[in-house]
């Protein structure tokens, strides 16, 4: 079944406590990209990346990593967490920027 | 910045009905899409409608494009209860390939 995996879907951590979210496609895409979604301000792109080793940063990436060493992962490392950075979080993948993404079913994220 | 918005941001109808919501965009664009996300869940995407096309079908769905007024509108008829959702419409970002960028959304009640 084609799908974007997410892991872990539920975590609540502490201010600035080192922590990753997984992300796994398995489509062959090139185009991945994570978003943070927050009542009231829809969906902002975080970082994305055109293919392996090509990333570049969305609208908010401040207090967010990524890396893509393989077509199919693509994790977000929040290095020092903030409580600013409690929020749902998606991972996407489609061929293209411009085609349909597939998303991911979601991290919700609490610091505390 | 949001490049759509969307208009109303809720709305409440009975099934049967119609729902209509529109999406305005700043910057011209190769193409629209509209997504559905029931709550607290990914999104799924409905319809691509590219800038060389006006108008759009899929099922119940209706799309059209006016790149003159930079407007979208997304129309679903005959609707249910199973249309409850919030919608949004996404648009690459006109400063940077790679980037999507989205509304923050239409909420949708359908009543039984």
């Known amino acids: 079944e084609a799908q974007v995996t997410q892991n872990p879907r539920y975590l609540i951590t502490v201010t600035g406590k080192k922590l990753t979210v997984t992300c796994s496609q398995n489509?062959?895409?090139?185009?991945m990209s994570w978003y943070r979604q927050d009542p009231g301000l829809g969906l902002r792109q975080i970082y994305y990346?055109?293919?392996?080793?090509?990333?570049d940063k969305g609208d908010v990436p401040e207090g967010y990593k990524v890396s893509r060493k393989e077509k199919r992962n693509f994790p977000l490392i929040l290095e020092s967490p903030s409580p600013n950075q409690t929020s749902l979080y998606f991972c996407?993948?489609?061929?293209?920027?411009?085609?349909?993404?597939?998303f991911g079913p979601g991290t919700r994220l609490t610091v505390l | 910045s949001q490049q759509g918005e969307e208009d109303p941001q809720a709305l409440s109808i009975q099934e049967g009905e119609n729902a209509t919501m529109n999406c305005s965009y700043k910057?011209?664009?190769?193409?629209l899409q509209w997504y559905r996300q029931n709550s607290g869940r990914g999104l799924v995407h409905l319809i691509l409608?590219?800038?060389?096309?006006r108008e759009k079908h899929s099922g119940r769905l209706r799309v059209t494009l006016d790149t003159s007024k930079k407007s979208s509108s997304l129309l679903i008829t005959a609707s249910r209860a199973a249309d409850t959702a919030s919608y949004f419409c996404?648009?690459?970002?006109?400063?940077?390939?790679?980037?999507?960028?989205f509304g923050a959304g239409t909420q949708v009640v359908v009543t039984p």
């Open positions: 489509m062959n895409h090139e185009y």
């Open positions: 409608i590219r800038s060389n096309e």
């Open positions: 996404a648009t690459p970002a006109s400063d940077s390939w790679g980037k999507l960028q």
């Open positions: 996407a993948s489609s061929f293209g920027d411009s085609d349909t993404q597939y």
């Open positions: 910057t011209s664009i190769n193409n």
């Open positions: 990346s055109m293919n392996v080793e090509v990333t």
